[in-house]
């Protein structure tokens, strides 16, 4: 599966914004997907996941209950909402898939397989 990200940009403190992500092929729904971000200087850290479903998800004590992880199957497609954003929320966002034989929800880097090229999130007044 290919994974594209769109959505990054500048933002205040304080704003929203929504990252996409588009996956390529007809087996969307059978991967387990993540978005990761890492800040400048920083290693990747897990944000949020979701199940093939979308009946469950995951998400960093760092963004619960500001960001939501979303995904339509029938777009191939998966976004994150991105509310009340702080400047440590600044870093190059990244989407991330599990192989398709993988059901659960992960939060280490290494346990995806196929990753887009990111989008940057600056926060900043």
């Known amino acids: 599966v290919q994974l594209v990200e769109s959505g990054g940009g500048l933002v205040q403190p304080g704003g929203s914004l929504r990252l996409s992500c588009a996956a390529s092929g007809r087996t969307f729904n059978n991967y387990v997907m993540g978005w990761f971000r890492q800040a400048p200087g920083k290693g990747r850290e897990f944000g949020a996941a979701i199940t093939k479903s979308g009946g469950s998800t995951n998400y960093a004590d760092s963004v619960k209950g500001r960001f939501t992880i979303s995904r339509d199957g029938a777009k191939n497609a998966m976004a994150l909402q991105m509310n009340s954003l702080k400047s440590e929320d600044t870093a190059v966002y990244y989407c991330?898939?599990?192989?398709?034989?993988?059901?659960?929800?992960?939060?280490?880097?290494?346990?995806?397989?196929?990753w887009g090229q990111g989008t940057l999130v600056t926060v900043s007044s």
């Open positions: 991330a898939a599990r192989r398709q034989h993988y059901s659960e929800i992960r939060s280490r880097p290494s346990e995806y397989d196929y």
